[in-house]
């Protein structure tokens, strides 16, 4: 089933209540251990409920249906100058299924994405609607964070944002003994806002013995041109060598170590136009 509307989906969940069958909710399919599907189950496709509702550039808040995907939520919000506070590493996972796994950020720093969510509408089985959060119907807001459909459908949901800035990547290549001491100096600079560091495994001299440091510290641009949202780009090339992985060993290293072998090709969507390599 592929509803569109609040009352499409109610339909849908009391036909499957008179033929007591399961029901499955779906967002982009991305969730691991597919332990969110049951065998002969109404799936229940979010993928249309996709509206960005409104913006609220006062508050930074955004209200967007929870079959939206992140990339749907950057391009709106980022003609705000405006960015998204917590999500995952790509932006193809939908609003709904990243509250129900409850995800983390690559920056440790941020938390998890429940720290972000003011409130969500959320459907109960037996059609009931209800307004969820730290406050009102408190103990729901705990368990369909992180609680994969479970206990009912997300329906639209108010998220937290913050302020697009521009950051500066810059990548270091260490040896993993003189991580502490850098480390240590890296977090001197207040400029520095993110640090990530990665052992090599490559499967020669470098395994698990050098380090790719990367940093993304404020760039203090104000050319607007740095504000143009960058297009995806060699993707098809991204698919073919992950293919190649798979079967060949001569292109497993450009594979498993991107940000040593093919780091010019990725795209932080509010950072970019920086790029610098120490060794």
């Known amino acids: 089933y592929d509803p569109d509307s609040p009352e499409g989906i109610k339909e849908t969940l009391e036909e499957a209540r008179k033929n007591n069958l399961k029901v499955s909710i779906a967002g982009k399919r991305h969730s691991m251990g597919g332990h969110t599907f049951y065998d002969d189950a109404v799936v229940l496709d979010m993928t249309s409920f996709n509206k960005i509702l409104s913006i609220n550039p006062d508050d930074k808040t955004v209200t967007v249906q929870s079959g939206a995907t992140w990339k749907d939520v950057i391009e709106a919000v980022h003609k705000h100058k405006l960015a998204v506070e917590v999500m995952q590493a790509y932006n193809i996972f939908s609003i709904g299924g990243s509250m129900s796994v409850n995800v983390h950020d690559s920056d440790a720093g941020r938390g998890q994405m429940i720290e972000t969510i003011k409130s969500f509408i959320f459907l109960l089985a037996n059609g009931t609607v209800l307004n969820v959060n730290r406050t009102e119907n408190q103990e729901l807001f705990g368990l369909v964070m992180g609680g994969y459909g479970l206990f009912g459908v997300i329906l639209d949901a108010d998220l937290e944002l913050t302020d697009d800035v521009i950051y500066k990547k810059k990548e270091y290549i260490i040896d993993y003994k003189d991580y502490?001491?850098?480390?240590?100096?890296?977090?001197?600079?207040?400029?520095?806002?993110?640090?990530?560091?990665?052992?090599?495994?490559?499967?020669?001299?470098?395994?698990?013995?050098?380090?790719?440091?990367?940093?993304?510290?404020?760039?203090?641009?104000?050319?607007?041109?740095?504000?143009?949202?960058?297009?995806?780009?060699?993707?098809g090339l991204k698919k073919f060598i992950f293919g190649l992985s798979r079967k060949y060993d001569f292109a497993v290293v450009p594979n498993i170590c991107p940000s040593r072998y093919m780091a010019h090709i990725g795209i932080l969507h509010d950072a970019a136009n920086g790029f610098e390599v120490v060794r």
């Open 180 to 235: 502490y001491k850098f480390y240590t100096q890296l977090r001197n600079d207040q400029n520095i806002k993110v640090i990530f560091a990665r052992l090599s495994i490559i499967p020669d001299e470098t395994l698990l013995r050098e380090l790719i440091v990367t940093t993304y510290e404020l760039a203090n641009e104000s050319d607007e041109d740095y504000f143009e949202l960058a297009p995806v780009t060699k993707t």
